[in-house]
């Protein structure tokens, strides 16, 4: 055992503020015991707010303690295998593995690989198969799963589908009846499939037709043939906001308060506005009020939510969390719909840099990915925030859309000196802006979106295209890119429109110290053919099981629509499944 772990343990602990009350964390007590982990660094997982929304709404049902548990530092990691200290939770020490439950809280899909290493350490075995009936029950649950859990499906023992606020109440009330009884593993499986949103992977049997596509997808006696996405109703029926507060995040200090859930935008490409459909929001007395109790602990109050400024009162409510003297943060604004009034309101909380997003550069790449603004409005807003003094803008901006032309990404360069152009004249003084930051991110087509038939594209063309960029910005100090690796990108769409097979790449990655190229050569199961083959309407997707609420009929429609280079579908600017 390292005492240096536990000591980091401990330190970390003594620096959170807590906004929300939660359980002392004594001993092991009676009830349910649950290792809430996240598949990543601390750092990482405290700026996530649906980790510690799950975190605080497991804490609140009757005869249930949740602890968390987090990857390690790489640091650390040698020295728990060094000093064969099991991966052990946050609050009490305790080794992960004597838990009933280990539960993940899984975000992005390029963090699967994590969930091994977590269970490895913890001394639990990787394959489901593999577990005795005395080994934790393994769950996962978040936004990644939500649209295809498929490729973990021979680690995990259940899924949660959906939103937790409607499944954690009946899914803890089975799991306690299931450890009275003896963790009967079978029986217990049948009592959570009966649940709205658990989905048991191992009541499923796949079958594949010779060119490698599914060729059927059968649930055992008592199974669903689908499962529906667990959603709640009304969303004032819970306020999320952070349980708890620490510097050692990547939002150090800031309390997170959610907005809404969902957009009615209905761009083509975002995973968010349809797997949190449908739109909804919470009422601005409730969330003010909320606010209110990170005063004297947090440093600000961050708004989330797929579009803060579309939140119908957000210049109400901003202006009374900014009159309890509450700083306010705004992750990023839609510029179609930025007030000068809102722009005031970003400038009085005092924030420094603002992000905006316009994808693309062209007005032909934006009519496809149903964007729905206008290079004018773009500019439009750049010299509203301008006149009020904003000085550092950070653009996002996606290559490898589909139908995009080297012409489309040239335009990412011509629009970025347009909004800096326009920046200059309206600043106060007329100086240049001080920085504007170009992230450039590959498109990866999600599960669930009007593009989750599209082909990824090539790494090579998108390592070209971000070169272009780059280049085009070089001799220009005013100007930084930024740009992820494509080679990750290629992994996430592996990852996130994969089926089971998948998990032996996964499995074989573990055993090979995260070396993917071996991997691939190492496994019989090609890569590409879930990367790079265009689907067809026909086929069974990995993920058509579960019932999102959003037809496919309607996501095929919109392919087409956006395949139609720069024609608009009826629907557009409002998502209706109608």
């Not at 819970?238 to 990547?250: A, G, K, L, Q, R």
């Not at 992994?491 to 995260?514: F, I, M, P, S």
Request: charged fraction near 25%.
């Amino acid at each position: 055992m390292s005492r240096r772990l536990h000591e980091k343990a401990h330190r970390l602990l003594s620096q959170e503020h807590q906004i929300l009350p939660l359980p002392e964390f004594k001993g092991r007590g009676e009830g349910l015991s649950i290792a809430l982990a996240y598949p990543n660094r601390y750092y990482t997982a405290m700026s996530n707010l649906g980790f510690q929304a799950v975190y605080w709404l497991f804490n609140q049902t009757p005869e249930t303690v949740c602890q968390r548990a987090f990857l390690p530092d790489p640091e650390d990691i040698p020295e728990y295998r060094r000093t064969a200290t099991p991966l052990f939770s946050l609050e009490s020490q305790r080794p992960v593995r004597s838990f009933d439950i280990l539960a993940f809280s899984v975000s992005y899909e390029n963090d699967y690989p994590h969930l091994l290493t977590m269970m490895d350490l913890a001394g639990i075995p990787l394959l489901r198969k593999d577990r005795a009936e005395s080994d934790p029950l393994v769950m996962a649950g978040g936004a990644a799963i939500m649209m295809n859990p498929e490729p973990l499906a021979d680690f995990v023992d259940f899924f949660v589908i959906g939103e937790a606020e409607e499944v954690i109440g009946p899914l803890t009330e089975c799991l306690r009846k299931g450890r009275e009884e003896g963790w009967s593993k079978e029986a217990l499986e049948s009592d959570l499939a009966a649940l709205e949103g658990v989905y048991v992977p191992r009541s499923y049997t796949l079958t594949y037709k010779p060119d490698g596509t599914i060729e059927s997808f059968t649930p055992e006696k008592g199974f669903p043939a689908r499962v529906n996405k667990a959603w709640l109703k009304d969303l004032n029926a819970s306020v999320t906001v952070s349980p708890i507060v620490t510097p050692n995040t990547e939002l150090s200090n800031m309390l997170l308060l959610e907005l809404s859930r969902g957009c009615r935008r209905g761009c083509r490409f975002c995973a968010g506005c349809y797997a949190y459909f449908p739109y909804r929001h919470r009422d601005a007395g409730l969330l003010e009020k909320a606010a209110v109790l990170g005063k004297g602990k947090a440093e600000k109050v961050g708004l989330v939510g797929a579009a803060i400024s579309d939140y119908p009162g957000i210049l109400s409510l901003g202006r009374e969390i900014l009159q309890d003297k509450i700083p306010l943060s705004f992750s990023s604004l839609r510029v179609d719909s930025l007030s000068p009034q809102l722009a005031d309101l970003t400038f009085q909380s005092g924030q420094k840099t603002i992000t905006l997003a316009p994808e693309t550069g062209s007005e032909r790449m934006r009519r496809i990915i149903k964007k729905g603004f206008t290079e004018e409005t773009i500019l439009g807003a750049v010299e509203t925030l301008a006149e009020r003094g904003f000085k550092n803008f950070r653009l996002y901006f996606m290559v490898g859309l589909p139908e995009e032309s080297r012409e489309d990404v040239k335009a990412i360069i011509d629009l970025t000196r347009k909004i800096q152009h326009h920046a200059l004249v309206k600043s106060p003084g007329k100086k240049k802006p001080e920085k504007i930051t170009v992230s450039l991110n590959s498109f990866v087509p999600k599960p669930g979106t009007p593009f989750q038939w599209h082909p990824f594209e090539e790494l090579r063309g998108l390592n070209e295209k971000m070169k272009w960029i780059k280049d085009g910005f070089r001799k220009d100090r005013n100007i930084s890119v930024t740009a992820d690796l494509p080679k990750w990108a290629y992994l996430q769409n592996l990852l996130c429109r994969g089926d089971r097979r998948v998990g032996r790449l996964l499995l074989a990655a573990h055993k090979l110290g995260g070396n993917w190229p071996q991997a691939y050569r190492s496994v019989d199961v090609n890569p590409d053919f879930y990367v790079y083959r265009e689907r067809a309407f026909e086929e069974i997707l990995p993920w058509d099981f579960i019932d999102q609420g959003v037809r496919k009929e309607y996501l095929w429609k919109e392919y087409q629509a956006a395949l139609l280079e720069g024609k608009k579908s009826s629907e557009c600017g409002v998502l209706s499944v109608e």
